[in-house]
């Protein structure tokens, strides 16, 4: 059975600062990683994935993320937040028939 | 047009009232699921459903039960609703079921047991 741990429930930030949200899974197959955002009253969307490949991911609204097998995280980056990056961020992982496993949550809280 | 579409989007009943939620998708995809958050933003798949197959989560109680009258459709059934079942209920579609699609998700209804 594969699992998922976000580290962090909450994640203050000032705007312009960088960011890290941080997961970490518990695998026994080959890996498939995502990362989902749910803004305010709304349905998750997908930020991006890791399903094989380089090791570094590029997704929307300027988010990265970086797979790494010894360390089994997949913690997502920002180099400068914004206001509108106010949101929950889910990591999750890829089940048979492709169903998501996710993590806790992040809630990412981007100050002025 | 929204890709994945449920209605209502918010719900309030009685303790043992029977209730549905219904959820649309226009993208063309084979396979849909439903997925539920708790009030702690926990989310739980609860079924998936391809071409006629049906997987359930082990630990959802019969009480729930999905019905799709074709692949474009797949409503949630709940009989003799509790105070647990309050939540909310996030509908989602992807191309198939091949792992590492994107999955589209609803934007949710909130359900609310008195």
């Known amino acids: 059975a594969q699992s998922v741990t976000q580290l962090d429930s909450q994640v203050p930030v000032f705007e312009e600062a960088p960011v890290e949200l941080r997961c970490n899974y518990s695998?026994?197959?080959?890996?498939?990683l995502f990362w989902y955002v749910q803004y305010p009253n709304q349905g998750l969307q997908l930020l991006l994935k890791?399903?094989?490949?380089?090791?570094l991911v590029k997704g929307i609204n300027g988010f990265e993320a970086e797979f790494n097998k010894s360390q089994t995280s997949f913690h997502l980056r920002k180099p400068s937040v914004h206001i509108s990056d106010t949101a929950e961020y889910f990591c999750?992982?890829?089940?048979?028939?492709?169903?998501?496993?996710f993590g806790g949550g992040t809630r990412l809280m981007v100050k002025p | 047009d929204t890709a994945v579409s449920q209605t209502p989007k918010y719900l309030v009943t009685q303790m043992g009232n029977d209730k549905s939620i219904k959820c649309e998708q226009n993208?063309?995809?084979?396979?849909m699921y439903w997925y539920k958050q708790d009030s702690k933003k926990f989310l739980k798949i609860m079924f998936s459903?391809?071409?006629?197959?049906?997987?359930i989560n082990e630990t959802v109680p019969n009480r729930f039960s999905p019905k799709s009258p074709d692949k474009a459709h797949l409503n949630l059934h709940i009989n003799s609703l509790e105070l647990g079942d309050s939540a909310v209920y996030f509908c989602?579609?992807?191309?198939?079921?091949?792992?590492?699609?994107?999955?589209?998700f609803g934007e949710g209804s909130r359900l609310t047991v008195l």
């Open positions: 999750a992982v890829s089940n048979a028939g492709n169903m998501l496993t």
């Open positions: 993208l063309g995809h084979d396979t």
């Open positions: 890791y399903l094989s490949g380089s090791t």
């Open positions: 459903y391809n071409n006629k197959e049906l997987i």
């Open positions: 989602a579609s992807s191309q198939d079921q091949t792992r590492g699609r994107e999955l589209f």
């Open positions: 695998s026994s197959v080959s890996v498939y």
